[in-house]
């Protein structure tokens, strides 16, 4: 049995972004599927989950997609005919997941989220840009969002004096990612 059937979709620009050129999308329904979240949260290792709210948000490709109990909303969409088909895509996914659910095991805790400044401390700080990033803290930003993989930093991981600070920081990441 699916657990989203049917729905609404509408398309709008950003409220903060008059005349973008990208829209959101929201698949609005007339009932709860917060039952599937704990699973999405389980399969999805980047979902950030708020049980007390009953939300959900991950990002699918280049689309943040914000789940709630009755609607789901996805960004970055360049017109409706691609709205429809990547909602399409999600739904079928998230189908999917339900359909499955007695196979996996539901991760109702949420996931610890990266904060750059905490990821910033660990490293070396010493803006060298092997990472290909301006600066440190620009790196960190893009190990928080999953643009960049912490192995970017080269002297983290070759140089002894960071070990201490490269051990603490793999071990926030497998935090985060548990």
């Known amino acids: 049995m699916f657990m989203i059937k049917d729905y609404e979709l509408r398309l709008e620009a950003p409220g903060c972004e008059p005349g973008a050129e990208y829209w959101n999308a929201t698949a609005r329904f007339g009932y709860d599927i917060s039952a599937v979240f704990p699973y999405l949260n389980a399969v999805w290792e980047g979902a950030l989950y708020n049980p007390q709210a009953q939300q959900l948000a991950c990002r699918v490709e280049d689309r943040a997609v914000a789940f709630k109990p009755s609607e789901i909303t996805m960004s970055n969409l360049p017109d409706r005919d691609t709205a429809t088909i990547e909602m ?5 996914q998230v189908n999917r997941i339900w359909t499955d659910r007695d196979l996996l095991t539901p991760r109702y805790a949420a996931r610890k989220r990266l904060v750059a400044m905490e990821i910033y401390k660990l490293l070396p700080q010493t803006n060298c840009k092997v990472c290909g990033q301006p600066s440190c803290f620009a790196f960190a930003s893009q190990v928080t969002v999953g643009a960049a993989g912490v192995d970017g930093c080269t002297p983290l991981f070759s140089e002894a004096q960071y070990s201490q ?13 548990s």
């Open 88 to 92: 399409e895509k999600l739904i079928a």
């Open 165 to 177: 600070q490269c051990q603490a920081l793999l071990e926030m990441l497998a935090e985060a990612a």
